[in-house]
């Protein structure tokens, strides 16, 4: 496997690596932001990714998501992802979670976790989880309804520049709620928010469990460029606070 990741130890060594080899990340929603960040995860050399959601590839995911064509759609975003990820290290463990998270998972022997999730219910109860468990973790809040990936910075809750964009205000809101203001590292934005239509639609997902989640979801306005740029820093953060680089 050295040859795959050759490139790597040339920047971080050899040592670095096998601290990655031997590193676990969970993450959660595989978009446009999670998409990208599973990708650069595995290119990595991260050992062992937990990949959980509960989507299939549609046409509107296209412009943006790395795995989403016109010949995947109607596939499950994590199956698609267990045969890529697989393709670039054959040598990664993967384990695969097609569900809708709640707050019932198994945090054990996960070193770090991506969100990015996109619903407040379970991204607010992922967010608190970790934070009660003191497990690393890395948020996105900001990459919806922007076009400038250079706007992208990465600070702690309690250091968001623009606390009263609509969807951070909201995470920063319930989080309050729950006694959580700082400790939090996020991927977030300085540009302002903007969408031509707002549209609402009603969804319902029926989970593994058997339960039923009904709620309904604002669409946001998405881009090729930030969720990607997003997804990429969250990697790089990651990595670099796994490998102390």
């Keep these: 496997m050295n040859e795959i ?8 060594g ?8 031997s590193a676990h990340v969970a993450v959660f929603g595989l978009g446009g932001v999670g998409g990208f960040c599973a990708e650069m995860l595995a290119r990595a050399g991260i050992g062992e990714l937990t990949l959980v959601d ?6 509107s995911n296209i412009n ?3 795995t989403a064509l016109h010949s995947t759609v109607g596939e499950y975003k994590t199956e698609l992802f267990k045969i890529r990820l697989k393709d670039i290290n054959p040598d990664i463990k993967l384990n695969i979670f097609t569900d809708f998270y709640l707050d019932e998972f198994n945090f054990d022997n996960i070193d770090f976790t991506a969100d990015a999730i996109d619903t407040m219910r379970s991204k607010v109860n992922l967010i608190e989880k970790c934070y009660k468990f003191k497990i690393p973790l890395i948020s996105s809040m900001g990459a919806g309804n922007r ?3 250079d706007k992208l910075y990465i600070s702690d809750i309690s250091d968001i520049h623009d606390k009263k964009a609509p969807f ?4 920063l809101y319930q989080l309050k709620k729950r006694g959580i203001e700082s400790g939090i590292m996020v991927v977030t934005s300085d540009e302002k928010p903007s969408v031509k239509e ?3 639609e009603a969804e319902s997902i029926k989970t593994a469990s058997g339960e039923e989640v009904q709620f309904n ?3 946001p306005s998405s881009t090729p460029f930030v969720a990607s740029t997003a997804g990429i820093f969250m990697a790089s953060c990651i990595v670099k606070k796994i490998g102390g680089i």
């Excluded at 990741?5 to 971080?12: A, D, E, M, Q, V």
């Excluded at 951070?168 to 995470?171: A, E, G, I, Q």
């Design 5 to 12: 990741f050759s490139r790597n130890i040339l920047y971080w």
């Design 14 to 21: 050899i040592d670095v690596q096998e601290k990655l080899a």
């Design 54 to 59: 509960f989507d299939k590839v549609s046409a």
């Design 64 to 66: 943006r998501q790395i």
């Design 147 to 149: 076009v400038c990936p």
């Design 168 to 171: 951070v205000s909201s995470v």
């Design 198 to 200: 707002k549209i609402t």
């Design 217 to 219: 979801k604002i669409i």
